[in-house]
C-alpha cells in the first residue's frame, strides 16, 4: 500500500467529514481538489490520466441539467410557483402537503438543491406574511426535496452518477424507486404534521426578499425542453450526457437570458468537487490501495459488496462525508444490479442529519440569511425519523423486488 496515496485519501474524506482544514479557508471542493494536486505533483497519477479518471459523462450530464434548472430559476418560475403555494386558502396540514407534493415532483426532474435555494427564500416571505411557522414548511421543503430526488436518476447528483457509471437504465430504475420515494413522502407529511401540531401559527417579520420577475415564456421554454429530456430518457439508449448538453444548447440560444448569466447559475462548485474526487479515488484503485482497505474489511466480517452491507454503509459514509463523496467511494464496489440500491440508500439518508444533503444546508442556509434559525436538534426531530422510517421502506422493497428477480 502506497504511504503517500492513502495520506491522500483520508486527509480527503477526514475534510469531507468536516466541511474544513483547521487554519486554512477551504472548503470541500477544495479540499478534493488539493487531494488530486498533491497526487499529480507527487507523481502518483499523470495529466493525461487524471483527465481520464473524470467521467467526462456525468460532468456533462450534470452540467447539462444544472443549464436546464437554471433556466426555471432565472425565468421566476420557483418563485412564482412558491409564491402561489404559500397563498393557497387551507389548512397548514394540506399547506404542508401540496407543498411535499410541489417538491418533490420538481426534484425528480430538476437539480434539487437548486430547487432548495430558489425556494427556500420565498418561502419564509410567505408563510411571514400569513403567520405561519416558517420552520414545519422549510423543514417539508429540504426532506421533500431528498426524497423525492431519489425518484429519477437525474434528481440529484449522486444518482446522476450511479446511472452513468453503473449504466443503469432510466426506466429498471424508475421502476425501483417509485414506490419507496411516494412512500417516503407520505411519511414526510405524517412525520412533519404530527411533530409541529398546535404550532403552526408563530408570528415571524415578513423579510425582504429578491426574486426575478416571472416570464411565461421561458418557462414554457423550459417546460418543453424538460419534456423532451424525460421522453428521451425513457423512450431511448441514448447517451444521456449528450443529451442533456443538446438540451443545455437549446436554451443557451435566448434573444432575453445571456449565456454569461446562465452559466453564472452552473454549480462550478460542484462539478469541481466531483473532478477531484475522480482522480482521488481513481488512483486509491490503481495503486491497489482500494483492494487492500477492502481485505481489512472482509477480515473483518463485513463484505461490502453485498447488497445489504452496500446498503447499510452507503447510508452510514453518506453523513459521515456527505452522499456524492460517499457514492463515488462505493462504486468500485457495486455491481450494475445494485445501482438503485445505492441511489436510494445514498439520498434517502441525507434527511438524517443537516450535513448528510447539501439540500439541507442551502435551505437552512438560505432562512438563517432571513432570521429564521433551524437549529441542528430542530431538524433532527424531524430528519432522523423520516430518514430511518423512508430507509426501512427503501430496505423493504428492494428485498421484495429482489426475491421476486427483479
Known amino acids: 500500500m502506497d504511504a503517500t496515496v492513502l495520506a491522500v485519501f483520508i486527509a480527503v474524506y477526514v ?38 479518471a473524470v467521467d467526462a459523462s456525468t460532468i456533462a450530464l450534470l452540467f447539462g441539467l444544472m443549464i436546464v434548472s437554471a433556466q426555471f430559476r432565472l425565468s421566476g418560475f420557483y418563485s412564482m410557483l412558491t409564491s402561489h403555494l404559500a397563498q393557497l386558502r387551507t389548512s397548514p ?16 426532474v430538476l437539480a434539487n438543491d437548486i430547487v432548495c435555494l430558489a425556494m427556500a427564500p420565498v418561502l419564509v416571505q410567505g408563510c411571514a406574511r400569513r403567520r405561519l411557522n416558517p420552520v414545519p414548511f422549510l423543514l417539508a421543503l429540504a426532506c421533500a426535496a431528498n426524497v ?9 447528483p449522486q444518482n446522476m452518477l450511479i446511472g452513468q457509471v453503473l449504466r443503469v437504465p432510466f426506466n429498471h430504475y424508475l421502476w425501483g424507486a417509485s414506490l419507496p420515494t411516494l412512500l417516503g413522502l407520505i ?6 404534521r404530527r411533530q409541529y401540531r398546535g404550532r403552526w401559527v408563530v408570528h415571524t417579520p415578513v423579510p ?6 416571472f416570464s411565461a415564456w421561458q418557462t414554457a421554454k423550459g417546460t418543453v425542453v424538460v419534456l423532451a429530456l424525460i421522453l428521451v430518457f425513457v423512450l431511448t439508449p441514448w447517451p444521456r450526457g449528450v443529451v442533456a448538453l443538446s438540451a443545455a444548447a437549446v436554451l443557451l440560444m435566448s434573444r432575453r437570458t445571456s449565456s454569461r448569466t446562465m452559466l453564472e447559475a452552473v454549480d462550478w462548485h460542484l462539478l469541481v468537487l466531483f473532478a477531484g474526487l475522480f482522480v482521488v479515488n481513481d488512483v486509491l484503485r490503481t495503486s491497489g490501495s ?28 453518506s453523513n459521515l462525508v456527505s452522499n456524492v463523496p460517499a ?23 441525507g434527511n438524517l442529519i443537516v450535513v448528510g444533503s ?10 438563517q440569511r432571513l432570521g429564521v434559525r433551524i437549529s441542528w436538534l430542530e431538524h433532527a426531530r424531524v430528519g432522523v425519523p423520516v430518514a430511518v422510517l423512508t430507509l426501512l421502506i427503501a430496505a423493504g422493497w428492494l428485498w421484495l423486488l429482489a426475491s421476486l428477480g427483479w
Do not use: C, K, Y
Not at 149 to 156: Q, V
Not at 187 to 192: P, R
Not at 294 to 316: D, K, N, S
Open 15 to 52: 475534510g469531507m467529514i468536516l466541511g474544513r482544514i483547521h487554519g486554512l479557508a477551504l472548503d470541500r471542493t477544495g479540499i478534493a481538489l488539493l487531494g488530486a494536486i498533491v497526487l499529480l505533483a507527487t507523481g502518483h497519477i499523470r495529466l493525461a490520466e487524471a483527465w481520464s
Open 93 to 108: 396540514e394540506m399547506l404542508l402537503a401540496a407543498l411535499i407534493g410541489a417538491t418533490a415532483l420538481l426534484s425528480a
Open 148 to 156: 423525492g430526488s431519489a425518484a429519477t436518476l437525474i434528481g440529484n
Open 187 to 192: 411519511v414526510v407529511w405524517q412525520v412533519i
Open 208 to 213: 425582504p426578499v429578491e426574486a426575478p420577475e
Open 290 to 317: 482500494l483492494e487492500t482497505m477492502l481485505g481489512w474489511t472482509r477480515r473483518a466480517g463485513v463484505e461490502v459488496g453485498e447488497p445489504a452491507w452496500l446498503f447499510v454503509i452507503a447510508a452510514l459514509l
Open 327 to 349: 457514492t463515488m467511494l462505493l462504486l468500485p464496489v457495486a455491481h450494475p444490479l445494485d445501482g438503485p440500491l445505492l441511489a436510494l440508500s445514498s439520498t434517502l439518508a
Open 358 to 367: 447539501i439540500a439541507n444546508i442551502i435551505v437552512i442556509d438560505q432562512a
